[in-house]
């Protein structure tokens, strides 16, 4: 078995080689993989907490983690993306980002602007679904929801 590297840092902490490698994936995924042109690199990084996990072979899998105020006004969790389906990357990097916005932002509900192809995914970690479907750059998304622990 591979070892996988976990890295979290905010913005002002990555390498420019992290950054790199963050927007390469980034782009790869949102934009390419999904022909999808799209403004991916925005102000918003700066306020978020970049979380990815990395091996040899390098970056698995990212997301970040806004505060809330930011982008909506709880906390959420967005870009998420694992390159090797189903190992259980995207269920344990979505933990930590969760597990992220309560310790870090004292985040109670977190939001996520998913995919609608996704939903299952979100779901796993306790997500619901919280908006009618809509098309964001051309792709059908909802809003799902995670409410803070009892």
Do not use: W
């Amino acid at each position: 078995m591979d070892m996988m590297e976990t890295v979290v840092k905010r913005f002002d902490e990555l390498t420019p080689y992290e950054l790199r490698d963050i927007y390469a994936l980034r782009i790869a995924v949102f934009i390419v993989e999904q022909d999808c042109p799209f403004q991916d690199i925005d102000d918003m990084d700066d306020k978020a907490i970049h979380v990815y996990m990395r091996d040899e072979n390098g970056l698995a899998a990212y997301l970040r983690v806004l505060p809330p105020g930011s982008r909506y006004e709880d906390a959420s969790i967005g870009r998420v993306i694992s390159m090797r389906r189903r190992q259980g990357l995207g269920t344990r990097i979505m933990s930590l980002g969760i597990e992220i916005a309560r310790n870090e932002f004292h985040a109670g509900r977190i939001l996520v602007e998913a995919q609608t192809y996704a939903r299952r995914f979100y779901e796993t970690s306790g997500f619901r679904q919280c908006s009618e479907e809509f098309l964001e750059d051309g792709i059908p998304h909802i809003m799902m929801a995670l409410e803070p622990p009892e």
